[in-house]
């Protein structure tokens, strides 16, 4: 037996001195309970008989003792050695587990031993509430028997190789104070080196800035749910929660804190908003630059403080721009019918920032000559009504005849009540029988000028002013107009034109992702709900859904996404539309709502138009409106381009498509991508977010060397007028773009649509001069339009076809049947109908109209378009136009 001893010993400390107290560097989520290598002096285990398990010292590598217990009697049958540890406190866990380093002899290798040498040794655990003294064998509970297995270290012993194998075992449930491990030997050969047991829990941790405390892990495999606490400076925003699993590790974090208003997260912690910023809200993500015209002095701020002169409406969202009051309404018009008096006006130069400007009017009844004012009192009727008027225009009726009467007009905003008194407003002086425009300003001395001046003289000072204005203003425009500024506007400085903003492109930021931070706000993901689909753009769907806002308030948004697999290229493109779209404020622009950065799908978040695209929406809704209503909404689409323009914005993508409708029919700018035309990309020049220019909607110097200007938007806008009044016709119908742009030179122009207004025509007309310094600029458009909706009567006149019928449209268009003709424009499927009417030749359908098609069965509104509008154009341009 002596040689198995000294081996044995041997195996030890050549086991030790190879890797031996490292062994002891145990992963952070495991609590060592008991460690025999960490013992320097007696175990104190209990071992029974005496021959059997025998505690031994061996020396580890800095040549400290350590202790291990060996037994070896395979020489004898019926050997049951065992060896008990000390009690061990059970700290709380309910599963522990017990890693056992040993070896052991395999009985092949020891010369002469009888059958009865054993391989194996039992493991046994006692549960008691404190120490005992004895233990009867059969209380134990049985964890396992243990064999050498795979997972061994090999350690060479002279000429032999032995193995150090390492098995770990847990026990479940566990709930008394503590307990004992047993080992029982059955006649092996083995030296058990070293005895760990530990407990797993999962370490402190912080997460969605809440912590959740160290956990000790379950008895079993369940997890344990812990809750977390917020960390300072933050809120609740929904309960935080999350799972220790029986491994020590955190699982399904539900629920988050955010930093409170007036800090943000940093480093899972809070830290407030450095001066010049803001927090106003926990649910909002980050702390935001102040915006224009308000600053914050001390850190941690949750507001921006308006500076002096500038205003914030209780209702304001913190994140707009401090406004001041409207300046005063100008250039009134007032027109007198009897006792009857109707006054339009121009909206204030100046609307302080705001777009929720309106109006109040009040009436004062004046004896003499305007001397001795009195409010008009109960008897006056106001139309549509007299305070908060949206629209500058009011009727007032039920006047006395042969009355003095002075109207002043103030216009005031959402924060005009914080204003300074009294307000700016403008006077107008009437008597019921004649009307004239006295004066702006202070209302005093607007008496004072009325009374020492006659009306006519009055008249024609009115007139030199608007002249001198109206010189002033086309001077403006002249000089918006001069090439160096439209060259350095290209150059996108901030060129700050007085009493306007200038868009800002996001090529002049080095850091595209910092045009986006300055232009859009990022919203927390979470907030969104996505609903449904609602079409494609060029990078991802567009869905519908809603976003919750700071107030709790719930709004319905469009939701474009960027597909997975995007290059940093193209994600740069896709937020270069929020980088632009979060410049503009104004109510015919779509407006952005904000942007998700953080995490993935990237998404630009903007207000949902009901009523989708505009080319769509007419053509679902062929011949259904009033004229006035698509004025109306082509005005809307003018005032919006006039902003554009007035910012030094050239959209140069202005379709039908890409203006939006909401449920108001209110028509909105939008598609403000910048993957489009680079004017100072060459190879660039042909390509566009569909491939290539938008021929059909394109001026012509656009298309031949690339200038584009806010002049040749306005003649993509005459073709949208087109759009508009023909329902969604496509603009030159089947033309080829070659033969546009060749038609276009020859100085083709589109036709009337049916039953479109004369004046409409000739501004799309306007519209499509050929030198661009002739074309309208929107702000003409804009009044223009308000003008015909102000006096629907000129609508009235309707472009008729007569002058068109003068030339041979069988040589002219190239196509000299009835049939050849259907198949060129696509309408073969009518050629019965056409036959059994009695058309059968060319010359027969010139004279065709909307009550033959009807009576032919041709009823669709925008195929009787189609067809007369092809005939028309026959008529006009023959061959130039291939339909
Ligand atoms: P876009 O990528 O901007 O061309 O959008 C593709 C399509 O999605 C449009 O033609 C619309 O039908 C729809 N869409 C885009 N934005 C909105 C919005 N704000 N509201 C409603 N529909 C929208």
């Known amino acids: 037996m002596a040689f198995l001893w000294i081996s044995l010993g041997s195996i030890a400390t050549l086991c030790c001195a190879h890797s031996s107290r490292s062994w002891r560097s145990h992963p952070a989520n495991e609590v060592t309970m008991l460690d025999s290598m960490s013992a320097f002096g007696d175990l104190g285990w209990v071992a029974y008989p005496p021959e059997g398990w025998e505690e031994i010292s061996i020396m580890d590598e800095r040549n400290t003792p350590m202790r291990t217990y060996q037994v070896c009697n395979v020489m004898e049958a019926n050997q049951n050695n065992w060896l008990r540890t000390s009690w061990i406190p059970r700290d709380g866990a309910q599963r522990v587990y017990i890693e056992i380093k040993f070896t052991l002899r395999d009985c092949n290798s020891l010369p002469g031993v009888p059958g009865t040498c054993k391989e194996t040794f039992n493991m046994y655990y006692y549960e008691s509430n404190g120490k005992l003294w004895f233990i009867k064998e059969s209380q134990y509970r049985k964890i396992d028997t243990i064999a050498a297995d795979e997972s061994f270290t090999h350690v060479d012993v002279g000429d032999r190789v032995m193995k150090l194998n390492t098995e770990v075992r847990g026990i479940n449930n566990l709930s008394k104070k503590g307990f004992y491990l047993a080992f029982q030997d059955v006649g092996a050969c083995i030296a058990l080196v070293s005895v760990r047991v530990f407990y797993k ?76 910023f803001y927090k106003a809200a926990a649910s909002d993500p980050s702390c935001s630059k102040c915006p224009p015209h308000s600053s914050s002095q001390r850190e941690g701020s949750t507001e921006c403080r308006c500076e002096s002169g500038f205003y914030r409406a209780a209702r304001d969202p913190k994140a707009m721009a401090c406004t001041k009051p409207p300046s005063a309404p100008e250039n009134p018009i007032s027109t007198i019918n009897e006792t009857s008096i109707t006054i339009d006006w121009r909206s204030p130069r100046d609307g302080g920032g705001r777009g929720d400007v309106f109006y109040n009017v009040h009436c004062h009844r004046c004896l003499g000559e305007w001397r001795e004012c009195s409010p008009c009192g109960g008897r006056v009727r106001y ?136 232009f859009a706000k990022e919203i927390d993901a979470s907030c969104i709900r996505i609903e449904r689909v609602i079409g494609a753009g060029e990078f991802g769907e567009v869905c519908s859904g809603r976003l919750m806002l700071a107030s709790n308030k719930e709004i319905c948004v469009a939701i474009k996404s960027l597909k997975a697999g995007y290059s940093e290229k193209q994600r740069c493109d896709f937020l270069s539309e929020a980088s632009i779209m979060g410049q503009f404020e104004h109510p015919n622009i779509i407006r952005l709502e904000g942007v998700v950065t953080t995490c993935k799908p990237v998404m630009i978040i903007t207000e949902f138009m009901e009523n989708g695209s505009l080319d769509s929406f007419l053509k679902k809704h062929d011949g259904q409106f009033a004229v006035i209503q698509l004025v109306g909404m082509l005005r809307g689409i003018a005032s919006g381009m006039k902003y554009l323009s007035d910012m030094n914005y050239v959209h140069r993508d202005l379709a039908a498509r890409n203006i939006l409708v909401n449920s108001s029919l209110v028509c909105k700018v939008s598609d403000f991508g910048l993957s489009r035309v680079l004017e100072d990309d060459p190879e660039a020049a042909y390509t566009t977010r ?92 804009v009044t223009i339009l308000d003008k ?36 060129a424009i696509k309408m073969t499927q009518y ?21 033959e098609l009807n009576k032919m069965g041709i009823t669709q509104v925008s195929q009787q378009k189609k067809i007369l509008g092809s005939i028309q154009s026959l008529h006009v341009h023959g061959s130039q136009v291939h339909v």
């Open 383 to 518: 139309i549509p009504r007299q305070l908060g008027l949206i629209h500058p225009r009011i009727l007032v009726t039920d006047l006395l005849p042969h009355t003095n009467y002075t109207f002043d007009i103030e216009a005031l905003s959402g924060i005009s009540e914080l204003g300074p008194i009294p307000r700016q407003f403008i006077s107008v002086k009437v008597t019921t029988s004649q009307a004239d425009i006295v004066a702006i300003g202070d209302p005093d001395q607007a008496t004072m000028l009325a009374v020492s001046v006659s009306g006519g003289i009055i008249i024609l000072l009115f007139l030199v002013v608007c002249f001198v204005v109206s010189r002033r203003h086309c001077g403006y425009i002249k000089a918006k107009q001069d090439p160096d500024e439209e060259k350095m506007h290209f150059q996108h400085r901030r060129v700050k034109l007085p009493g306007s903003r200038t868009y800002i492109h996001p090529h002049t930021y080095e850091d595209p992702n910092q045009a986006v931070h300055d």
């Open 831 to 851: 050629q019965d109908n056409f036959t059994a009417a009695g058309y059968v030749t060319l010359d027969a359908v010139m004279h065709l109209n909307n009550s």
């Open 690 to 781: 569909g491939g290539k220019i938008p021929i059909r909607w394109t001026a012509p110097e656009a298309i031949a060397y690339l200038k584009f200007t806010s002049a040749s938007d306005a003649w993509s806008y005459g073709i949208v007028m087109w759009e508009v009044i023909s329902y969604g016709e496509r603009p030159y119908w089947e033309m080829s773009n070659q033969d546009v742009i060749k038609a276009i030179d020859e100085g083709y122009r589109l036709p009337p649509p049916m039953d479109c207004p004369v004046v409409l025509h000739q501004l799309m007309l306007d519209c499509w001069q050929k030198s661009r310094s002739d074309r309208p600029k929107f702000g003409q458009i």
């Open 788 to 823: 015909l909706i102000r006096c629907p009567s000129s609508l009235e006149q309707l472009s008729n076809s007569s002058s068109w019928q003068d030339s041979s449209m069988q040589e002219a268009f190239g196509v000299t049947t009835l049939e050849e003709w259907l198949k």
């Open 201 to 276: 829990r999962c370490p402190l941790t912080i997460r969605s800035l809440a912590q959740f405390q160290d956990t000790v892990t379950g008895g079993d495999s369940a997890l344990v749910e812990v809750q977390g606490s917020c960390v300072n400076n933050s809120v609740e925003l929904d309960s935080p929660k999350m799972y220790c699993n029986a491994d020590g590790g955190w699982l399904v974090p539900i629920g988050r804190c955010a930093c409170m208003a007036g800090y943000e997260e940093k480093d899972d912690s809070c830290q407030p908003c450095p001066p010049g």
